[in-house]
């Protein structure tokens, strides 16, 4: 048994502790119901419990008989419960208004105990619904119950009774003696139209017969085994009946063939308690009395996976019922508590590290046409997968000789060639169907050791038939056109670019090109060139601690474009174009950074470039498009995980695109295959690097930068090393040496003008924990491919980060399908979400202060009103009416703001320092008052009433003055009223 072939995800599994249930009480029935996605369970004591789809308590209700329940079951005509104690049959209507206690009926009394229940579903019956009962005696019973048993009478004694008795004698029931000892299980089987009970007679251990035999004496079919039958089930697709015993062995029965067995399953070394089936999958899932539960394929008769339900002590009680949920891929099982096992069907559940290959993994392509994916790791072999299954379609070890590590490969934009480069400067085209050599570079004798290692290969457009064009990246920054002829097996280097970066450090931004008019017999699309170098050229000594070789280059071939850009290792981007016949330089550290030799001089390293330009059919379709169309939307909904609602990414598939998927660069498209479009319809292209020091930075062709974005993850400021973009530049993608992934929704952003708010970071998940080297975005499917020096190649969605599988696992991929959230056992990161940055950066935060001064209940409980009481106010109230809380009210109408007369006050504190102090037309006595919390409009006038003369009034307002002199807030105490907890 492979350790890695698991079915279901024990580590992963839930615990629900029925709440209401008595102590010592377990639960003795589970059943679901498929069509109302609701699951019943009924303990031993009474407790009947329904659950919805999210495993929530929808009803409940307790069942007051003293009787111990033995089984439920769903009555799907009547849509109410059945549950069957020792000696009693209890009705539940769960959908009744009132009391959920007082609408349950009781049915009885019985001739034995009874151990064992099901519902008869027939398709013609209405209102009408059979119930096939398993006793102690060996009966089986069949009870048929309609609507008007229990309809009428419940409204006629609903108030007066909780639980209504209904005599046994009034119901049509028949019954049949089938077995000598107890009938532990009984189900009915809709597809052999025909039910099934099994009992420990040895002789009589399963019968199986249809619902006519228990009205005559017939004889019936009858499968005998030693010891008895504890559980069955029958597989609807491979028509086989399982059952397990005392004896420890599954059998396999067909339903017609009851003399012998059609196979055995052993592993068992306790009695088999249970089986149930997992019908898509063809699983048969059993348990035994130690609580071992063990899966197998009734295909191949294997053993798919063992566990233990380890948790409890030896003292707890035993799994009484299990049922398998097919809506939600899920084993429930019934003890004390209920547990749910998830089932997994791409992922594997153990503490091995995904591996698609041994070694690291050097490059990943993507080919569009077959749809498939290719790989290789260091060990220089070469691995071909199918994308939607995962299987492995073929592979080639040792492509360029034995211990030759490959370092780049490309694949052509028909999708039948690609081409792989080794270090030692050899490159080969191969037959992309069958894995079939055509070309080769060979190595010549003078080269030195990794003196021509390739770092990047790009198909180029040949503009006649039977050509290949490849054009190469070597480490020493050289960057070199191959060339293949259809009748030569041998490819030949054909022209080099020259070395531009020292000419460049010379101080001269631009360098213009002279066209070569060398004779070829094949028609190239970039022509040779050579620098014009001005005579007073000379070379100037540089840092040796910063290398100047080219690091990374892309390729832009398309109609009124034709661009090479490279990034070197000292930051430096170089555009050639061969258009205009010019070489420049876009950008350079050192005009925005000030070089510290004693800094690092690797922070300034383009570890990748890209362009992004959107071609005519692309532009035009961007205003209508949305952002996904709603039938890839709503097939690719899945389970949210904990950071929010997730946000779709652009749908790039559009008709009349010709574009390759390798790398990311965009390839030629022909004029005619245009349409008759022209280039005014398209912006010019613009260029995204990714920096060792962690930033995606974004130019136009002049050089002028356009964004500068630090994506946000874990740790921020991490080195990048990849980038991708899809047909249409809609989206980005870019990964870090720390293995996440980041993607940024970039379609708005190239529609002028280039707002920098337009560039939004939609994700960002953690796909490997080691290094990851490149990234690939397939849109069809929206999936994201991620490969790593760990050695594994992993699928995503992209609308969610949530894992896939890996290509190498034992499972077949179901892209499609959304399971539960679950990561790889080497990451513990949950993918993060980010917001708008409208809605956290950007929009200042406004407070919403919830207490303001109200002037017109100050007017109310000012000293004036007091005065006009007729009955005079008590010390006591007089106190609290002239607390200034009691004036305090939620902000009705802002008009005006208060201006603040004083910021910062150091003799106050730290505290009461930074409290602003507002200035309101009061009183004398609160003319100083700091309001806390306030912005809402003060100005109003006097509250009290200075016009009126008398001498009452003059002698409160000295009073008052008086009282101003000793302290300029009577009456409160900030300390402790606001701040309690701080010291005086």
């Known amino acids: 048994m492979d350790e890695e072939n698991l079915v279901f995800l024990v580590s992963r599994k839930q615990r629900v502790v029925i709440s209401g249930s008595r102590r010592r009480d377990v639960i003795k029935g589970i059943?679901?119901?498929?069509?109302?996605?609701?699951?019943?369970?009924?303990?031993?004591?009474?407790?009947?419990?329904?659950?919805?789809?999210?495993?929530?308590?929808?009803?409940?209700?307790?069942?007051?008989?003293?009787?111990?329940?033995?089984?439920?079951?769903?009555?799907?005509?009547?849509?109410?419960?059945?549950?069957?104690?020792?000696?009693?049959?209890?009705?539940?209507?769960?959908?009744?208004?009132?009391?959920?206690?007082?609408?349950?009926?009781?049915?009885?009394?019985?001739?034995?105990?009874?151990?064992?229940?099901?519902?008869?579903?027939?398709?013609?019956?209405?209102?009408?619904?059979?119930?096939?009962?398993?006793?102690?005696?060996?009966?089986?019973?069949?009870?048929?119950?309609?609507?008007?048993?229990?309809?009428?009478?419940?409204a006629k004694y609903k108030k007066k009774l909780q639980s209504q008795v209904l005599d046994a004698k009034n119901f049509k029931s028949v019954?049949?003696?089938?077995?000598?000892?107890?009938?532990?299980?009984?189900?009915?089987?809709?597809?052999?139209?025909?039910?099934?009970?099994?009992?420990?007679?040895?002789?009589?251990?399963?019968?199986?017969?249809?619902?006519?035999?228990?009205?005559?004496?017939?004889?019936?079919?009858?499968?005998?085994?030693?010891?008895?039958?504890?559980?069955?089930?029958?597989?609807?697709?491979?028509?086989?009946?399982?059952?397990?015993?005392?004896?420890?062995?599954?059998?396999?029965?067909?339903p017609s063939i009851s003399t012998k067995p059609v196979g055995k399953l052993v592993g068992h070394t306790f009695s088999i308690t249970d089986i149930v089936t997992n019908e898509k999958d063809q699983h048969v899932i059993s348990l035994s009395s130690a609580k071992v539960f063990r899966v197998w394929d009734i295909q191949t008769l294997s053993l798919l996976q063992v566990f233990h339900d380890s948790q409890g002590g030896p003292g707890d009680m035993q799994i009484y019922s299990m049922v398998f949920d097919a809506n939600h891929g899920m084993l429930i099982t019934g003890s004390s508590v209920m547990d749910m096992y998830p089932l997994t069907r791409m992922i594997q559940d153990t503490k091995q590290v995904p591996h698609t290959h041994e070694w690291e993994i050097n490059v990943m392509l993507y080919n569009r046409y077959f749809h498939q994916v290719l790989t290789i790791c260091s060990e220089s072999i070469i691995k071909v997968w199918e994308l939607e299954t995962g299987l492995q379609i073929y592979q080639i070890s040792d492509p360029h000789g034995f211990n030759v590590e490959l370092t780049s490969a490309a694949v052509d934009e028909?999708?039948?060639?690609?081409?792989?480069?080794?270090?030692?400067?050899?490159?080969?085209?191969?037959?992309?169907?069958?894995?079939?050599?055509?070309?080769?570079?060979?190595?010549?004798?003078?080269?030195?050791?990794?003196?021509?290692?390739?770092?990047?290969?790009?198909?180029?457009k040949a503009q006649e038939k039977h050509q290949y064009l490849l054009l190469s990246l070597e480490r020493s920054g050289k960057i070199k056109m191959i060339q293949g002829k259809e009748d030569d097996i041998y490819l030949a280097v054909i022209w080099e670019l020259p070395d531009v970066v020292r000419v460049l450090q010379n101080g001269n931004r631009i360098v213009h090109l002279r066209t070569s008019n060398k004779n070829r017999s094949m028609v190239i699309p970039i022509p040779d060139v050579e620098l014009i170098i001005e005579k007073n050229f000379s070379?100037?000594?540089?840092?040796?601690?910063?290398?100047?070789?080219?690091?990374?280059?892309?390729?832009?071939?398309?109609?009124?474009?034709?661009?090479?850009?490279?990034?070197?290792?000292?930051?430096?981007?170089?555009?050639?174009?061969?258009?205009?016949?010019?070489?420049?330089?876009?950008?350079?550290?050192?005009?925005?950074?000030?070089?510290?030799?004693?800094?690092?001089?690797?922070?300034?390293?383009?570890?990748?470039?890209?362009?992004?330009?959107?071609?005519?059919?692309?532009?035009?379709?961007?205003?209508?498009?949305?952002?996904?169309?709603?039938?890839?939307?709503?097939?690719?909904?899945?389970?949210?995980?904990?950071?929010?609602?997730?946000?779709?990414?652009?749908?790039?598939?559009?008709k009349g695109v010709q574009t390759d998927v390798m790398g990311g660069q965009q390839q030629p498209v022909d004029k005619k295959h245009l349409g008759g479009t022209n280039l005014t319809d398209t912006q010019p292209p613009i260029l995204v690097t990714a920096h060792e020091d962690g930033h995606l930075r974004l130019w136009t062709m002049e050089g002028r930068l356009l964004k500068d974005f630090l994506p946000f993850t874990k740790h921020t400021a991490v080195s990048l090393t990849s980038l991708y973009t899809d047909s249409c530049a809609r989206i980005l993608l870019t990964g870090n040496v720390e293995g996440h992934v980041i993607l940024c929704s970039i379609s708005s952003f190239l529609d002028p003008p280039h707002d920098e708010k337009k560039f939004k970071q939609l994700l960002a998940w953690r796909a490997h924990s080691l290094e990851t080297i490149q990234i690939i975005y397939v849109e069809d499917k929206q999936v994201v491919l991620t490969a790593s020096i760990d050695g594994s190649v992993r699928l995503w969605h992209a609308l969610s980060g949530h894992y896939c599988g890996y290509f190498g696992q034992r499972r077949v991929f179901e892209i499609s399908q959304t399971s539960d959230f679950i990561?790889?056992?080497?990451?513990?990161?949950?993918?993060?979400?980010?917001?708008?940055?409208?809605?956290?950066?950007?929009?200042?935060?406004?407070?919403?202060?919830?207490?303001?001064?109200?002037?017109?209940?100050?007017?109310?409980?000012?000293?004036?009103?007091?005065?006009?009481?007729?009955?005079?106010?008590?010390?006591?109230?007089?106190?609290?009416?002239?607390?200034?809380?009691?004036?305090?009210?939620?902000?009705?109408?802002?008009?005006?703001?208060?201006?603040?007369?004083?910021?910062?006050?150091?003799?106050?504190?730290?505290?009461?320092?930074?409290?602003?102090?507002?200035?309101?037309?009061?009183?004398?006595?609160?003319?100083?008052?700091?309001?806390?919390?306030?912005?809402?409009?003060?100005?109003?006038?006097?509250g009290i009433s200075g016009k009126k003369k008398g001498r009452h009034v003059q002698h409160e307002k000295t009073q008052r003055k008086k009282s101003l002199k000793r302290n300029l807030v009577p009456q409160i105490n900030l300390t402790s009223s606001f701040f309690p907890s701080i010291p005086k």
């Open 31 to 154: 059943v679901k119901v498929p069509q109302l996605d609701l699951l019943i369970t009924a303990s031993q004591k009474g407790l009947i419990t329904i659950f919805n789809g999210q495993m929530k308590v929808q009803t409940s209700t307790k069942i007051t008989d003293t009787s111990w329940i033995t089984g439920c079951d769903y009555l799907s005509q009547l849509k109410r419960i059945v549950a069957t104690t020792e000696r009693t049959i209890v009705v539940w209507d769960y959908k009744a208004q009132g009391s959920s206690q007082e609408n349950y009926f009781v049915i009885k009394p019985m001739d034995h105990c009874l151990l064992c229940v099901c519902v008869v579903s027939l398709p013609g019956q209405l209102c009408r619904d059979d119930i096939l009962l398993g006793d102690d005696g060996g009966f089986v019973n069949k009870f048929t119950v309609n609507s008007n048993d229990f309809g009428l009478k419940q």
């Open 175 to 254: 019954k049949r003696k089938l077995h000598n000892d107890w009938v532990m299980k009984i189900r009915y089987i809709p597809a052999l139209n025909c039910f099934g009970s099994c009992s420990l007679d040895s002789t009589h251990s399963l019968v199986l017969e249809s619902l006519k035999r228990l009205e005559d004496n017939l004889p019936v079919r009858e499968f005998s085994m030693p010891r008895g039958a504890n559980a069955f089930c029958y597989c609807v697709k491979t028509n086989v009946i399982v059952t397990g015993g005392d004896d420890k062995v599954l059998r396999l029965w067909h």
């Open 414 to 460: 028909s999708g039948f060639l690609f081409a792989t480069g080794a270090y030692n400067g050899t490159v080969k085209i191969w037959d992309f169907g069958s894995g079939q050599e055509k070309k080769v570079l060979p190595e010549r004798k003078d080269w030195k050791e990794e003196e021509h290692w390739l770092q990047r290969l790009i198909f180029l």
């Open 539 to 654: 070379q100037h000594a540089n840092n040796p601690a910063i290398s100047t070789e080219v690091n990374c280059i892309d390729l832009l071939q398309v109609e009124g474009y034709n661009m090479i850009a490279a990034g070197t290792l000292n930051g430096v981007i170089i555009l050639w174009n061969f258009v205009t016949s010019t070489v420049k330089e876009v950008y350079r550290p050192e005009d925005c950074f000030t070089v510290d030799r004693d800094l690092d001089p690797k922070r300034f390293r383009i570890n990748d470039i890209l362009f992004l330009f959107r071609k005519p059919e692309c532009a035009r379709r961007s205003s209508q498009d949305s952002i996904c169309s709603s039938s890839q939307c709503d097939s690719s909904k899945g389970p949210q995980s904990s950071k929010g609602s997730k946000q779709s990414i652009h749908d790039s598939e559009v």
């Open 823 to 942: 990561l790889p056992c080497d990451v513990n990161e949950y993918p993060i979400e980010i917001k708008e940055e409208s809605k956290f950066t950007e929009k200042k935060q406004k407070y919403e202060y919830p207490l303001v001064f109200d002037q017109e209940r100050w007017k109310k409980m000012s000293s004036m009103s007091l005065l006009f009481k007729r009955t005079p106010p008590k010390a006591f109230e007089v106190e609290h009416d002239f607390k200034y809380f009691k004036c305090l009210s939620t902000p009705k109408i802002r008009r005006h703001a208060l201006e603040g007369f004083k910021t910062e006050n150091r003799k106050a504190g730290i505290v009461f320092g930074s409290l602003p102090i507002y200035r309101i037309p009061s009183p004398p006595s609160l003319r100083l008052l700091p309001l806390i919390g306030s912005e809402a409009q003060m100005e109003s006038t006097d």
